[in-house]
């Protein structure tokens, strides 16, 4: 009887142990789109592409954290039907890149190539708009 509460004792602080190691992993910060749109990891940074029926923008976080997009350039690649487009975003202000007069068709893909202008450091992502 000893035993087996012995026993019953190290299979539950065993599975105690498992299930401690085997908890889903987070991202650092929120992955929940703030604008309406996709999100993306690229890394540390989070990318939010915002598709409306006139226009794109593009807003950046780092460990829930504003990235400004003064000092970075961003550039879309836009594939429809065997089609690429490609395109500047211009900062907006705060976190924010757009281009407004673009429209971007369900069924694109998207990929986005940001380059941190002093450091040379490039993030991309890619987004399936649906």
């Keep these: 009887m000893k035993n087996r509460l012995k026993t019953r004792a190290a299979l539950l602080a065993l ?8 908890a889903p992993a987070h991202a650092h910060g929120s992955t929940k789109p703030e604008h309406g749109g ?26 829930d954290e504003d990235v400004p997009s003064a000092g970075m350039s961003a550039r879309l690649t836009i594939t429809y039907k065997g089609a690429k487009t490609e395109l500047n975003l211009e900062p907006a202000g705060g976190n924010k890149f757009e281009a407004k007069g673009v429209r971007i068709a369900a069924g694109s893909k998207v990929g986005v190539m940001l380059v941190n202008k002093a450091t040379q450091a490039k993030v991309s992502a890619l987004f399936s708009i649906d």
């Design 15 to 22: 599975a105690a142990a498992a299930l401690a190691f085997t």
């Design 38 to 63: 996709i999100v993306q990891m690229s890394g540390e940074t989070l990318l939010e592409l915002s598709v409306k029926p006139d226009s794109v923008a593009l807003y950046l976080k780092d460990d």
